[in-house]
């Protein structure tokens, strides 16, 4: 809870006016964030002498109230800076101030990206508290949080699948921040996995003209240029644009290892009346990789100890990849102080790779078996949304109320194959002939389609202005049909009313802390038959978390304490000795996480967590536990500006990584490792800075991902640099 002097009460991110009929009659509440520059202090409207004026004149005005969600006009990232931000959209429809959201979120801002040089979403993964990454080409690598690996990204609210295997994890060049919510989401998103939900959120075009380049050079011929446009595109400023374009490749610390990506962003906005706005963009990305896929172990399971440059695939190793991605939004504020939107996104996705790897582990006379898979996936999404939300008031304080409908359709067609090449030397690994797999080896080839529609609320009630009940409900209608295109079975599940409820509070402890509570559900259709051929029921999960989360310094710091229970039923588990599964699976994690992320002194920027996690497996097989999770997990990056002196404009930063011991499911372990990061910057003019990261500054020889005797272990990358340039206009 924040409060604004005379100017009313800021509860959950909405203004209520609760004493000032003069200034309502002359002029409306400014609901306006302020920016960093402005230290976010609470200001009257600039309008307050003249109200006071008009005030002296008019006397007997009847007092009304003034309702408004003041976060609608929350700044971007890249203009109020720092590595933290006040509110987030993830989870909830309507932005919240991070202290009013009964679940963990993390934000990674504009200049944090910036800093780390995160070009990708699992670079950027890699280096968030409480999120863990199983490694492998860039943008081909899975994200877990609390154990369970994320199957989707929104892009602003708009969700479409995410896969390493068809290498759709995003670049970052068009995004202004990227939200995190841990735990299941089904209130707004109920097909989803359990790990949570990922939001991007697209850069959107300025008021005023502005645009950066930006060059990168370092280790291993890495690269990376962008170029960054926005501004008015007609006198009246109705009219704005945006355009990204950036470049980026290296050759990799591994032999061979090479890769290209590109993207391209446009958006336009369109004021189309004071209170209404439309957006359209378009964003394209594609991939040109060169495909690494690890090491093998010796043929007890030990990790072998060899250079880290070593590559177990062959020459021809090859992954191609496209998307394209258009989103529509329209959005309407009500003179009621309601909001509401209508949000489409499509997508279109094309990938296809042939690639050698690892098939055993590495013998005596250093011989291992060769392996390979291709494929060649197409995939469409679309996703709708509309919502509206009201903020109205109940005993004095500010509650809100959000109701909507949306849509998803997605429709994938994968073609797989397997082969087996024989054994080869593993020092001649990369000399191995040209084999196309899906023109040889074992192949699948089937289609799956997934439709939902769902209607939610959602309400907020403060009985008293410490205390926050949120309560929702979905009802959703979902149909999943699998095909096998090859010998022509189907399989489908559907339900017609699948009910997801949602429950939290948060109570407001002081200024400062509140204490939160919540319980949520998801489920997640599978594509597993039963012994009569159906499709098996879906996995449910439900989560409990409660904690503390605390703001300080006007939201430029946010702290939190969690503690969860996740509960995950109906999994299909492998009949042992048939070629079906059935819905025998239960599983618990429970863990605890502390995160802080801001400005905790001045000149200081900080981001820093640790992680714990617990998982049991009660019912099924062992091997369906989870893969390489670690117990105990941290991470730490802070930065220092020397903003006077001798030394104004030298930024210095330092990050620690470390994880505890991880082992796979096929037995292979790995010690847990620890890596240093640095950071030196220099603001030389006011329109020109350059920095250079040192990543694993002690060079620190570590695996970060282990797996099968075969394939999947892979080395963390050596001590490398990147300087980089940056020109603001």
Do not use: C
Request: glycine share 10%; no cysteine; aromatic share 10%.
């Amino acid at each position: 809870m924040r409060r604004d002097g005379a100017s009313g009460v800021m509860l959950g991110g909405l203004m209520i006016g609760l004493s000032w009929p003069a200034l309502v009659a002359a002029q409306a509440v400014d609901t306006r964030v302020p920016s960093r520059d402005d230290e976010r202090a609470a200001q009257p409207p600039a309008s307050a002498a003249a109200a006071s004026e008009n005030a002296q004149r008019t006397v007997d005005l009847v007092p009304i109230t003034v309702e408004g969600n003041r976060l609608y006009n929350m700044p971007p990232s890249e203009q109020t800076g720092g590595y933290t931000v006040d509110a987030a959209t993830v989870g909830t429809k309507t932005p919240a101030a991070l202290r009013d959201i009964p679940q963990s979120i993390s934000v990674v801002p504009r200049e944090l990206i910036a800093d780390r040089n995160f070009d990708t979403l699992d670079e950027m993964a890699e280096k968030t508290p409480g999120l863990r990454i199983l490694t492998n080409d860039a943008g081909r690598s899975s994200v877990y949080s609390r154990g369970y690996e994320y199957d989707e990204y929104n892009i602003d609210g708009l969700p479409a699948p995410m896969a390493s295997i068809n290498g759709t994890l995003p670049d970052l060049a068009a995004f202004d921040r990227v939200e995190v919510m841990r735990g299941p989401s089904g209130l707004f998103n109920s097909t989803s996995e359990m790990g949570g939900i990922i939001n991007l959120v697209r850069k959107r075009p300025t008021d005023e003209l502005q645009g950066h380049l930006i060059g990168r050079y370092g280790s291993w011929n890495q690269h990376y240029e962008e170029g960054d446009i926005s501004g008015p595109l007609t006198a009246d400023g109705r009219l704005r644009g945006r355009l990204v374009a950036a470049d980026r490749g290296t050759d990799g610390f591994v032999d061979h290892n090479d890769s290209d990506s590109q993207t391209f962003y446009g958006t336009l906005d369109y004021a189309i009346g004071a209170d209404t706005q439309v957006s359209l963009a378009f964003l394209h990305q594609q991939r040109d990789i060169s495909v690494n896929n690890g090491l093998a172990t010796d043929t007890d399971g030990n990790l072998l100890d060899v250079k880290r440059d070593t590559y177990f695939g062959a020459r021809w190793n090859d992954f191609d990849s496209r998307s394209d991605d258009a989103v529509f939004e329209l959005t309407h504020r009500f003179e009621s102080g309601g909001y509401g939107r209508l949000g489409v996104r499509y997508s279109d996705r094309h990938a296809d790779y042939n690639y050698a790897f690892g098939g055993s582990g590495v013998a005596d006379d250093n011989t291992l078996d060769v392996a390979a898979t291709g494929g060649d996936i197409d995939q469409t999404a679309l996703s709708a949304d509309a919502s509206y939300s009201q903020p109205f008031s109940t005993f004095g304080n500010v509650s809100e109320a959000v109701a909507g409908v949306d849509y998803k359709h997605y429709d994938t067609d994968t073609r797989r194959g397997r082969a087996r090449l024989g054994t080869i030397d593993a020092d001649r690994f990369d000399d191995l002939a040209y084999v196309d797999v899906l023109d040889s080896g074992r192949v699948s080839d089937n289609s799956t389609e997934l439709d939902e529609i769902g209607l939610y609320s959602k309400l907020t009630l403060r009985p008293f202005a410490r205390l926050a009940l949120i309560g929702g409900a979905r009802v959703s209608r979902y149909k999943l049909t699998y095909k096998d295109n090859r010998s022509g079975a189907t399989g489908r599940r559907d339900d017609n009313g699948k009910f997801t409820p949602y429950g939290g509070l948060v109570f407001d402890l002081d200024a400062h802390h509140s204490l939160y509570g919540s319980i949520s559900e998801v489920f997640n259709p599978q594509t597993d038959y039963n012994r009569d051929g159906e499709l098996i029921k879906p996995r449910e999960g439900t989560q409990y978390e409660a904690g503390i989360k605390g703001s300080y310094f006007n939201a430029e710091l946010n702290a939190r304490l969690s503690a969860f229970k996740m509960i995950d039923r109906n999994f299909a588990a492998g009949v042992v000795g048939e070629s079906y599964s059935a819905a025998i699976g239960k599983r618990e994690v429970r863990g605890i996480e502390a995160e802080i992320s801001g400005q905790p002194i001045r000149a200081v920027e900080l981001s820093a967590g640790y992680t714990y996690l617990h998982t049991d497996v009660e019912r099924g097989d062992a091997a369906t536990t989870f893969l390489l999770m670690p117990s105990h997990s941290f991470e730490f990056w802070g930065k220092y500006t020397f903003d006077n002196g001798p030394l104004r404009g030298l930024e210095t930063g330092v990050g620690v990584t470390a994880v505890s011991d991880f082992s796979s499911l096929q037995g292979v372990e790995a010690p847990g490792y620890a890596t240093v990061d640095a950071l030196v910057g220099y603001q030389f003019t006011s329109h020109l800075s350059g920095q250079v990261n040192v990543n694993n500054i002690l060079d620190k020889s570590y695996y970060n991902r282990v797996g099968s005797q075969g394939t999947f272990n892979f080395y963390g990358a050596p001590r490398n640099a990147v300087a980089s340039l940056r020109y603001d206009f």
